[in-house]
C-alpha cells in the first residue's frame, strides 16, 4: 500500500486536467472483463480529473467533454506493474499493457507478469474493509473484526475485507513491532495485543509513506516530469530502505531487538519474517531492556 500512495501522490499532478488522445490495448487482458472496444469507447477524449488510493487500487476520476457520468478507471499493479508518463517519441517498453497517448507523453501501464489491471470494473472496490490510516478504522473496531476469526493473526491481516492495503511487509513487520507471535489465533489475542497491533499497523505504514516507500521513484534523467516509477528496486538504487525494515526478509539475521536470529516459516503460502523470541505466542511482554541484557548474557548461537 505504501508504494501504491507513493505513485498516487506522485501522477496526481502529472495527469490532472489531462486528456486521453488515444488510448492502445496490447494486452486485453488487462482491461477486462471489459472489450478492448469498449475500454476504448470509455477513455478516448476524457480528461483525468481525480486520482485517489483505496487499498492497493489506484482510483481515477476521468469525465467525458460531453459531462454525462464519470468515469471510474482501476488500477492494480498486481506483482510487477508499473505506471508512468513517458514522452510520446519514445519507443514504448516491451511488456507495455495499456498506453494512454496524452498528447506529447503517454500515459503507460507496463506489467511483465501481466498480474495487474486497469480496469473500467470498480467491483473489486466495494469488498475491501477499511483504510488502516483512516479515521474508520479504529482500534475498537478491529477487536470487532479479529474477535470472530479462528485464524492466525498474520494471515488475517492479509484479508483485505478486514483492513485495505496491508501487504506481506508489513503485515510481518507491525507484528514484530506490536511482539505477537504471527501464527497466534486472531481471537486469543488480549485487548493489549490488539491495541498494540493496531498502532503499530498504522507506525509501520506511516513511516514507510514518509520514507518515499520501499521503492524509490526514478527520474531516469530525461526530465522533470516523467517520473518513472520502478516497482522494485532500480539496479544500483541506495539500500537506504530495506534497512529499516526489522524483520521482513531477514531470515537468519540478528533481531533488532534481542539479537535471536529471525526465522521465516510460510503461512498461506507467504512468507513470514519474526523473533521466535520478542514475539513468543507465551503472551509475555517484558521491557525491551531486560530482554536485551538476557541476550547479551545467552550463548549467541542458541536459538
Ligand atoms: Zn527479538
Excluded at 511483465?112 to 467491483?123: A, E, K, N, P
Excluded at 539479537?259 to 520478542?278: E, F, K, M
Aim: one cysteine or more; proline letters at 6%.
Amino acid at each position: 500500500m505504501p508504494e501504491v500512495e507513493v505513485l498516487v501522490r506522485h501522477l496526481r499532478p502529472l495527469l490532472g486536467g489531462r486528456t486521453i488522445r488515444s488510448v492502445h490495448v496490447r494486452r486485453a487482458k488487462v482491461v477486462g472483463p471489459a472489450s478492448t472496444r469498449n475500454f476504448r469507447q470509455a477513455l478516448r477524449g476524457a480528461k483525468f480529473c481525480g486520482l485517489a488510493r483505496r487499498g492497493k487500487y489506484l482510483v481515477f476520476q476521468l469525465r467525458q467533454a460531453g459531462g454525462a457520468e464519470p468515469v471510474t478507471l482501476v488500477g492494480h499493479l498486481g506483482m510487477t506493474g508499473r505506471m508512468y508518463l513517458l514522452p510520446a517519441r519514445d519507443r514504448l517498453p516491451k511488456h507495455a499493457a495499456v498506453v494512454l497517448n496524452l498528447g506529447r507523453e503517454n500515459f503507460v501501464f507496463e506489467d511483465t507478469r501481466y498480474f495487474g489491471r486497469l480496469t473500467l470494473d470498480g467491483s473489486a472496490l466495494a469488498r475491501l474493509g477499511p483504510e488502516p490510516l483512516g479515521a474508520e478504522f479504529t482500534a475498537k473496531r478491529f477487536a470487532q473484526a479479529l474477535g470472530r476469526s479462528r485464524q492466525a493473526i498474520k494471515v488475517r491481516l492479509l484479508d483485505q475485507s478486514l483492513l485495505a492495503g496491508v501487504g506481506n511487509i508489513y503485515a510481518s513487520e507491525a507484528l514484530f513491532r506490536a511482539g505477537v507471535a504471527p501464527t497466534l489465533s486472531a481471537r486469543r489475542m488480549t485487548a493489549g495485543q490488539v491495541q498494540r497491533l493496531w498502532r503499530a499497523i498504522r507506525a509501520v505504514l506511516r513511516e514507510a509513506i514518509a520514507c518515499g516507500s520501499t521503492v524509490p521513484l526514478n527520474f531516469a534523467g530525461r526530465g522533470r516530469a516523467d517520473g518513472l516509477f520502478y516497482f522494485g528496486r532500480a539496479p544500483g538504487a541506495p539500500d537506504y530502505y530495506e534497512e529499516r525494515l526489522r524483520v521482513y526478509d531477514r531470515a537468519g539475521k540478528p533481531c533488532p531487538e534481542c539479537g535471536t536470529a529471525i526465522q521465516r516459516r510460510v503461512q498461506a503460502a507467504r512468507s513470514t519474517y519474526y523473533c521466535p523470541r520478542c514475539q513468543s505466542e507465551a503472551q509475555i511482554r517484558r521491557p525491551k531492556s531486560e530482554i536485551r541484557r538476557k541476550a547479551e548474557a545467552r550463548n549467541p548461537n542458541r536459538v
